[in-house]
């Protein structure tokens, strides 16, 4: 087995151990489901979480609880024909067994229609950047998210003992910024925070940085508290997992930010058209895209 294919076994595994800590495969017999039937609508952000469940980022379920990105059991795997990463679907479920079952599933609006000139913009779940925080940097100075306000901001998560989805993403951003042009950059910051800020001091996002020859002045690593690090995960609804052997399981959402908040487009992290979609899209907010 190649390289590649390990790194994806290895990463499907990630995603199953994430899904069994929510959903448990339902047994066909002693099944308990209450009557009640919920409607509500969301934006498909794992359609293959595991064979029995997605991870779903769905709105606010009055009665029942906020809007959050959690996973759904699917009754059947049929529902989801058709259905793509970042679709907007409306879905019934019920409680069976403690657990929350898609019985009806309808697409929206889908991701394939979106044209070739058009960025992917956010889903209606608002995410409000929180320009307030005050990170700690690899140099281990205060970095305001403040002082990106005027530029287009690319923001993602990711843990430096990752040793598999992380290490991929920063890649592909890495080419994303090397397709740019010299005034493209010049318009653009990039952001990645650490999910694991207890391990990730500066000093080993430095380390981090350093062993990719990545530019701190283009691009920054932040650390701090956890009250922080917490804040800027809700605001960008990322989930974040720790399992009881220490390894991390997040969402891997990166996020374009127009200059002054004006727009935010969000992508798979583990897309293979990452480098190609995200630098388009700068290209496109900084004026300079050609067909």
Known sequence: MDTESCLLAMRRLVLITIALSFVCKLA????TATNEIWVTKGTVENPHLTPNSIMLRHEKIEGLMPAMTMPFAIKSRSLL?????RDTVEVE?????NHFVIHKLKIIASQNSVTSTTPTEVSSFDITVP???????????????RRFQNNIIVVSFIFTRCPTVCPLQTAKLQTALSY?????????????ITVDPEYDRPERLEQYAKARSIDSSQW?????????????LNSFNIVSLTQGSGDISHSLDVFLIESNNKS????????????????????????????
């Open 81 to 85: 024909d058709g259905v793509g990463y």
């Open 131 to 145: 320009w307030d925080l005050d990170f700690f940097d690899s140099q281990g100075s205060t970095l305001s998210l």
């Open 28 to 31: 066909s017999a002693g099944e």
């Open 93 to 97: 479920f019920r409680k069976i067994n």
């Open 264 to 291: 935010i487009r969000t992508y798979d992290g583990n897309n293979v058209s990452l480098a190609k979609d995200i630098s388009r899209d700068i290209s496109l907010l900084a004026g300079s895209f050609k067909q």
């Open 180 to 192: 740019l042009t010299p005034e493209e950059t010049q318009q653009v910051k990039f952001l990645s």
């Open 220 to 232: 920054s690593f932040v650390t701090g508290s956890s009250e922080t690090i917490g804040r800027a």
